[in-house]
Nanobody
Framework: QVQLVESGGALVQAGGSLRLSCKVS????????MAWYRQGSGDQRELVAQ????????IYADFAKGRFTISRDHEKHMVYLQMNNLKPEDAGVYYC???????WGQGTQVLVSS
């Protein structure tokens, strides 16, 4: 059974940066398309960024382009999301998961003060 454990969320000021991490255990990460999603208060979960296996092209939501970078390290069984120039509207709970998703992890909370 695949387990996903997200970490790295914190309270930061607008304009700051965070690096989110996702530990993937119990599966074959190298074969999965992985993604980061986020869910703001009262909002539906939305895709932030996606990274394919193999040649590893990436896809970003419009709000993430130029500010966020998704990456993966198969040796460490990790998926990362580097977030720069954070804005208050980036606040929410961030989750990583396969595309299509496994059971969801607990996510990691990002708070951005203006």
């Amino acid at each position: 059974q695949v387990q996903l454990v997200e970490s790295g969320g914190a309270l930061v000021q607008a304009g700051g940066s965070l690096r989110l991490s996702c530990k993937v255990s119990g599966g074959m990460l190298a074969f999965y398309t992985m993604a980061w999603y986020r869910q703001g208060s009262g909002d539906q979960r939305e895709l932030v960024a996606q990274i394919f296996s193999g040649q590893r092209p990436t896809i970003y939501a419009d709000f993430a382009k130029g500010r966020f970078t998704i990456s993966r390290d198969h040796e460490k069984h990790m998926v990362y999301l580097q977030m720069n120039n954070l804005k208050p509207e980036d606040a929410g709970v961030y989750y990583c998961n396969r595309v299509p998703p496994f059971a969801w992890g607990q996510g990691t909370q990002v708070l951005v003060s203006s």
